[in-house]
């Protein structure tokens, strides 16, 4: 299992929230007397309260007369009702109060069911003190806790973390580290930036698979025959060049986690191999005659919408129903902003040795203005923007950029001040802003339709994407908030 470590605190008054136990819960459980006392064993030393009823009609009068609980633990199949129904009204009388389900196994069906009415969790029975334990504090956590108290941090590979606080990305968090037990395809939605990278390794890292490979192919980064050969490998001889035989990603990752990144870009030509895969595993390599077996985790990505995708037959109907095992969909920065002094803190953690600034103060002004902004490009936009503020440290400057005023990049002149800053940085600064600003330039000139202006900055369609997510530009109207 990963670590989930509460983020170290940003002043003395702010607390880990790792240590809040069970102590005064109220835990309602849905099943058989039996499991009730059970329950009560188990929990005996918690210094919660655990009542419960054994049947639906019951339980729902109970829930409805008595006091909120602070976790209600369901049974999938109760006497006499579908605990998945049951599940529904009881969100219906209380939304936001966490559920769990509990089974006797772990059912994919099931579980993309369970997680789609709402459940928290899907935990299995017999049930175990430290399983129990573990649920439950999640739940009472997710109940009375402030928003810095419930900032948390995931380490990932390569330096990165899955750091999350409100509540639509706690719950994204509870869905993924249930559907990453079972073995389903998972797609992630979400806008450029949002995280969906992040979330597929943390996906790998909560699966059983965690100690095996991941591996990330961008579906559109390069033509259909050379995403075919890295995905499926080729034989010596396939074709002109090929000296030796390649294995491709689906082979090298056996056993493990394949992310398909911007997968509503793939090729068409490719997606008929792929849905083959999907369905019973197999494939052959690029001029190859046998039939290789795998068994990969396949986790895909996109910031495309896929059913206008579908619609103009960019995107095979069926692949992306075997793709859509479970969907997770990462809200825009936009709309979780409260997380956003907490991955301020982050980024600075994070970037601050790289940047060779140890700390950042942050006026209250430009919390506010931070708060404020859109980012259209999310996640991606603020570590870049805090980047940018470690190396330039120049608040003003960054206030203007978030209010608007790209003209505010600074000139070679104003750079001037570089009495704390390296020749190899000061160079880097001056060049990303000078490439930045004829971006922003072209973009003007072109009514920021991308294409025209990559035509213009004769560089590829896609480089300027890059370039602008790179970057954090948006169009003047779209940046005050
Ligand atoms: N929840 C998060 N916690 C910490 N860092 C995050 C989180 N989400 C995103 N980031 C950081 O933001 C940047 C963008 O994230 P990521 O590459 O996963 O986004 P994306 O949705 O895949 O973007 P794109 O659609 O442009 O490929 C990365 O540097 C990543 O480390
Ligand atoms: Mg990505």
Not at 68 to 78: G, K, V, W
Not at 183 to 211: C, N, R, W, Y
Request: include cysteine.
């Amino acid at each position: 299992m990963a670590t989930v470590q509460a983020l170290p605190p940003a002043n003395p008054g702010f607390h880990s929230g790792l240590n809040s136990g069970l102590n005064g819960a109220q835990i309602f459980l849905v099943d058989q007397p039996g499991v009730l006392e059970h329950l009560r064993s188990l929990l005996a030393g918690e210094a919660c309260r655990v009542t419960g009823a054994s049947r639906s009609e019951e339980a729902l009068a109970k829930l409805k007369s008595g006091p909120r609980p602070d976790a209600i633990l369901i049974d999938a199949h109760l006497q006499g009702q579908d605990g998945l129904a049951f599940l529904s009204m009881v969100r219906e009388i209380y939304p936001s109060v966490p559920c769990v389900i509990m089974s006797c196994s772990y059912d994919p069906r099931l579980i993309v069911d369970a997680m789609r009415r709402g459940a928290l969790d899907v935990i299995l029975k017999p049930l175990f003190k430290n399983d129990v334990v573990e649920t439950l504090r999640r739940c009472v956590q997710i109940v009375d806790c402030s928003l810095e108290n419930q900032a948390r941090e995931v380490p990932l590979a390569d330096g990165n973390s899955f750091v999350f606080a409100s509540e639509r990305m706690r719950t994204v968090f509870s869905q993924c580290t249930t559907i990453a037990r079972v073995d389903l395809p998972v797609l992630i939605l979400g806008e450029s930036g949002t995280g969906k990278e992040v979330l597929a390794q943390f996906i790998h890292k909560m699966s059983p698979a965690a100690h095996r490979t991941f591996l990330k192919v961008n579906c559109a980064a390069m033509p259909a025959d050379l995403l075919e050969s890295e995905l499926f490998g080729y034989e010596q001889g396939a074709f002109t060049g090929a000296v030796k035989a390649k294995p491709g990603k689906f082979e090298l990752c056996n056993n493990g986690t394949i992310f398909l990144d911007e997968i509503g870009e793939m090729p068409p030509a490719l997606q008929a191999k792929l849905l083959h895969v999907l369905q019973d595993g197999s494939f052959s390599r690029l001029g190859g005659r046998t039939t290789i077996k795998v068994n990969v985790r396949v986790v895909a990505a996109t910031n495309i919408d896929m059913k206008v995708a579908i619609a103009e037959r960019r995107f095979r109907e069926d692949l992306f129903y075997r793709l859509n095992g479970f969907s997770l969909h990462l809200p825009p920065l936009r709309e979780r902003r409260e997380e956003i002094p907490i991955l301020i803190r982050h980024f600075v953690r994070k970037l601050s040795d790289k940047y060779g600034q140890k700390s950042l103060t942050l006026s209250d002004e430009m919390l506010r203005a931070c708060k404020s902004y859109p980012w259209p490009g999310n996640l991606r936009e603020l570590e870049n923007f805090v980047k940018r503020l470690l190396v330039l440290g120049d608040e003003q400057m960054m206030m203007a950029e978030l209010r608007g005023d790209r003209r505010s990049f600074p000139s070679a002149n104003q750079s001037a001040d570089t009495t704390a800053m390296s020749l190899k940085k000061l160079v880097r600064r001056v060049k990303a802003d000078a490439e930045a600003e004829a971006i922003v330039a072209a973009l003007d000139r072109n009514n920021w339709s991308r294409r025209q202006a990559a035509a213009e900055l004769k560089i590829s369609y896609k480089a300027l994407l890059y370039k602008i997510r790179d970057y954090g530009l948006s169009e003047p109207q779209s940046i005050r908030a």
